[in-house]
């Protein structure tokens, strides 16, 4: 057998956790003797003059390669490329003249960041829509996002987080009425009045956890807008209340709701 050992695939991660500085990769080498196999960082080193050496195993556990561990040290954010090359350990002691790639990837630190139209503070409207973007990580922000309700005014108690029904990439919504599992109201009520806050953790593909929350209460609102005042400036006319509101308008006398934005 005049064929090289051929290092079929490694197992191990494609990317690492924000300040992760080392690892463990598995070889898989195929070949019809023992192996031993080496690695550097430097890409077209002779065998015999790599920097680090591999632990291989006596036999096939699989019955089909044998297995070489790894520990890779000194890892950065951005590229980390390593290059492995194996010899049998024939009479021949037939080695790699090519290298094998293996690249890791480190990352930053993953940030949630709660975004409109996230409710805070008194609101007054019970449909209410929790929104958090993710920054940084392994892939640029993608990651998923979990919402878990630890206070609100129903005494409900959410055993374990829910992914948000829109996550995955970089921007995560849910909205959120009465909660589903919940007897006493249905979910198109909205959320009743009170308190409520929201824990929301976030992970990406190098399992980098970030953590925030969503704090506000439902109020109800009997009173009616106050106008302050009116005024003409050129051609438009600026009307000032005394909170956000939503104003219509018509040459004629209408009902709200039958004029014009």
């Not at 973007?133 to 129903?154: D, F, I, R, V």
């Not at 009520?189 to 970030?210: F, H, R």
Request: net charge negative.
């Amino acid at each position: 057998d005049l064929t090289p050992p051929k290092i079929t695939s490694i197992l191990g991660p494609n990317f690492l956790k924000h300040d992760q500085t080392e690892t463990q990769v598995t070889l898989l080498v195929n070949d019809a003797n023992k192996v031993e196999c080496k690695f550097s960082k430097e890409q077209g080193r002779p065998y015999e003059t790599m920097d680090f050496q591999t632990l291989c195993t006596e036999d096939r556990p699989d019955q089909v390669f044998y297995y070489c561990y790894a520990s890779l040290t000194d890892l950065t954010q951005g590229e980390n490329k390593f290059y492995f090359k194996c010899k049998d350990k024939s009479e021949a002691q037939k080695e790699n003249t090519q290298d094998f790639e293996y690249i890791l990837k480190g990352s930053q630190q993953l940030q949630a960041i709660v975004v409109d139209p996230s409710p805070s503070g008194t609101i007054y409207n019970n449909a209410v829509t929790l929104a958090v973007s993710t920054l940084g990580g392994a892939e640029s922000g993608k990651a998923q996002c979990y919402y878990q309700l630890l206070e609100n005014p129903l005494n409900f108690q959410q055993a374990q987080p829910y992914l948000f029904v829109n996550t995955g990439e970089t921007t995560h919504t849910q909205s959120q009425g009465c909660p589903p599992d919940l007897q006493t109201c249905s979910p198109e009520q909205g959320l009743p009045q009170g308190n409520y806050k929201y824990d929301i953790t976030c992970n990406d593909a190098a399992e980098n956890v970030a953590k925030t929350n969503i704090e506000f209460a439902v109020a109800s609102d009997t009173e009616q807008p106050r106008l302050l005042h009116v005024y003409k400036q050129s051609s438009s006319i600026f009307i000032i209340l005394n909170e956000k509101t939503t104003c219509k308008y018509d040459s004629n006398q209408f009902e709200f709701g039958q004029g014009n934005l």
